[in-house]
C-alpha cells in the first residue's frame, strides 16, 4: 500500500474498483433516487435538479460557485433556482414518495413536526421565511425522510379573532402538513409529535380525521371536563403513578416562545427523575371559535422534575395525547415519543450550519425558497450520516456491516481520504471511524468526558476534508485508480 506525493489515496489489488465501478458513485445515487422523478415542466431541468443536489450534497458547506465547477454550471444552477415554473414542493416530492415508501410495514412512525426561522441578507436588507417541516422518524429514532416541507412568510399580526381566523397563520402550519400527509401507508401508523406552538384544536381535530396519533406538548390551560375543570389544575392533583429518569441533553440559551416570553438560560445535559400522573380527560372546544362544536377525548400526562439542580430550569411536561395511559411503561413510551423531537432540531441545525443556507447571497425569496427545498434533502442525508455513526458507537454487535453501510452513502474518494487521515484500511473504515476523523479535523478532541461534535465542528472538519479530496481528486479521478503509480 503507497501512496504517491502530493495524493492523501492509498491503492491495493485488494481494493482497486474498475471506472466502470465507480461511475455510479454514492452521492449521484442518492442524488437521482432523490431528485431524479421531479414532476418538473421540461427534461432539462429535470436532469439538472438531480446533478445540482449532486454538487450540494458532496460539498454542502460550499456556496454555489464553489460547489460547481465551471461558470456554466453555476449559471445553470442559478437558472433553476430563478425558474417561476418549479415549485419547491415538486422539488422534494421524490425524496417525500421514497420516505413513505420507507413508512410502509414500519408499524409506528413518528410524524414529527416544527417550524424555523430562515434569515439571510442581501443589499444590506434583512430578509425573513419560515420553514415548516414534518421529519418521518422509526419508532427506534431512525430517520426515514421528509414527509411534507411548507414555506412561508409570516402573516402580520391580526387585531381580531376573526381575522386570526380569516387570515393565514403559522398556526396553520400544524393541520395543513396533517391535511397533506394524508393516511398511512399499508403496515403504518402516523403519530404526530410536536411542541407547545403546536397545541391547537384544528391540529388535534386534523389527527382525528385522518387517522394519525399525537402527542404534543400542551401550552393552553384549557377548560375540561364540560368546563367544570382546568387542564393544568385537574391533572397536576391526581396522584403520583410513578418516577422516571429520562435523559436530558446539552441545550444552548434560547429565547422561550408563548405564553410567556423569556431567555431560558443554557443548561448542561443531565439525568432528570420525574413524578408523572395522568388522567384522561375531555377538552372543551374553544369557546368563541364557530367551527369546534364537539368536546375531544385525549390523556394528558403530566411530568415534573424531582429535586432539579440548582440554577436550572425544571423539566415540566404536560404531554396530550390520542394514546392510551394505563401504566408506567405507557408514560415512558410516550415521553421517549416526546423526547424524539429534538431530532428536528438537529436536522435545521444541519441545514443552516452544515449546509450554510442562511449565508446565502440570492436575492430572490422565490429562488431562496427552492435552495431552502434542496438542502432540507441534503440535510436529511448528513443527520443519517451521524446517526449511523452514533449507532456503531452503542451497538458494536451491529457494526459488521457497516463499511457497507458508509459505503452507500459517502463516495469512495472521501472515504480514502478520511482513512488516510485515520491510518485505517479504507475497506473497512466504519461510519463511526469516518464520522470521528472529519469532527478531528474540526477540533473535536474526543475526551472521555465530551459529547458528540457540534455541527458547527462537524463543518469546519468537512471543509478541511472536502479540500484534501479537492486536491486528490485533481491526482486520481472520483474513485481508486486501476493501478498504482
Known amino acids: 500500500m503507497r501512496a504517491d506525493a502530493g495524493c492523501v489515496l492509498v491503492c491495493d489489488k485488494e481494493v482497486a474498483m474498475t471506472k466502470k465501478q465507480v461511475t455510479e458513485v454514492a452521492v449521484r445515487q442518492w442524488a437521482r433516487r432523490n431528485f431524479g422523478d421531479a414532476p418538473l415542466p421540461d427534461a432539462r431541468l429535470k436532469r439538472r435538479l438531480p446533478a445540482m443536489a449532486e454538487r450540494i450534497a458532496a460539498h454542502p458547506e460550499g456556496s454555489l460557485p464553489e460547489q460547481t465547477s465551471a461558470w456554466s454550471e453555476t449559471l445553470a444552477a442559478y437558472r433553476l433556482l430563478d425558474n417561476d415554473r418549479v415549485e419547491p414542493s415538486a422539488m422534494v416530492a421524490p425524496h417525500a414518495a421514497l420516505t413513505r415508501e420507507r413508512c410502509r410495514g414500519q408499524g409506528e412512525v413518528l410524524l414529527v413536526q416544527d417550524w424555523t426561522e430562515l434569515t439571510w441578507t442581501y443589499d444590506e436588507g434583512h430578509h425573513e421565511l419560515l420553514q415548516h417541516l414534518a421529519l418521518a422518524l422509526g419508532g427506534d429514532g431512525q430517520v426515514l425522510g421528509i414527509l411534507h416541507g411548507q414555506w412561508a412568510r409570516d402573516a402580520p399580526r391580526a387585531r381580531t379573532r376573526k381575522e386570526r381566523r380569516q387570515r393565514w397563520g403559522r398556526s396553520q402550519f400544524w393541520p395543513d402538513t396533517v391535511e397533506a400527509v394524508g393516511e398511512a401507508p399499508a403496515g403504518c401508523r402516523f403519530i404526530t409529535i410536536a411542541d407547545r406552538e403546536a397545541d391547537d384544536f384544528q391540529l388535534l381535530t386534523a389527527c382525528r380525521r385522518r387517522g394519525h396519533g399525537f402527542v404534543i406538548r400542551a401550552q393552553h390551560d384549557r377548560y375540561?371536563?364540560?368546563?367544570?375543570?382546568?387542564?393544568?389544575?385537574y391533572v397536576s392533583a391526581r396522584r403520583v403513578r410513578g418516577k422516571l429518569e429520562i435523559e436530558l441533553p446539552k441545550r444552548p440559551a434560547v429565547d422561550a416562545g408563548p405564553p410567556k416570553r423569556r431567555r431560558i438560560k443554557a443548561q448542561p445535559a443531565r439525568r432528570a427523575t420525574l413524578a408523572v400522573r395522568w388522567a384522561s380527560v375531555s377538552?372543551?372546544?374553544p369557546r368563541n371559535d364557530p367551527r369546534f362544536k364537539e368536546p375531544l377525548r385525549v390523556w394528558a400526562?403530566?411530568?415534573?422534575?424531582?429535586?432539579?439542580?440548582?440554577?436550572?430550569?425544571?423539566v415540566q411536561w404536560m404531554l396530550l395525547s390520542s394514546e392510551p395511559l394505563r401504566t408506567l411503561d405507557d408514560a415512558r413510551r410516550l415521553m421517549s415519543y416526546y423526547k424524539k423531537r429534538w431530532k428536528i432540531e438537529e436536522l435545521h441545525k444541519a441545514q443552516k450550519t452544515g449546509c450554510r443556507l442562511e449565508r446565502s447571497q440570492l436575492h430572490d425569496e422565490a429562488a431562496f425558497v427552492r435552495l431552502a427545498a434542496i438542502t432540507a434533502v441534503v440535510s436529511v442525508r448528513l443527520v443519517e450520516l451521524r446517526d449511523v455513526a452514533q449507532v456503531t458507537v452503542k451497538t458494536p454487535n451491529k457494526s459488521a456491516n457497516a463499511p457497507a453501510t458508509l459505503r452507500r452513502m459517502v463516495d469512495w474518494i472521501w472515504i480514502a481520504v478520511v482513512a488516510r487521515l485515520a491510518e485505517a484500511d479504507p475497506e473497512r473504515l466504519t461510519p463511526r471511524e469516518f464520522y470521528e476523523t472529519v469532527a478531528k479535523q474540526g477540533g473535536w478532541l474526543a475526551r472521555t468526558g465530551d459529547g458528540p461534535p457540534g455541527w458547527q465542528t462537524l463543518y469546519r472538519g468537512w471543509r478541511k476534508v472536502?479540500?484534501?479530496?479537492?486536491g486528490a481528486a485533481l491526482f486520481t479521478g472520483p474513485g481508486p485508480p486501476d493501478k498504482c503509480v
Open 224 to 233: 375540561i371536563n364540560g368546563g367544570s375543570d382546568r387542564l393544568w389544575s
Open 283 to 285: 377538552l372543551d372546544p
Open 301 to 314: 400526562l403530566w411530568a415534573e422534575e424531582i429535586e432539579p439542580p440548582a440554577e436550572t430550569e425544571p
Open 466 to 470: 472536502a479540500l484534501l479530496v479537492t
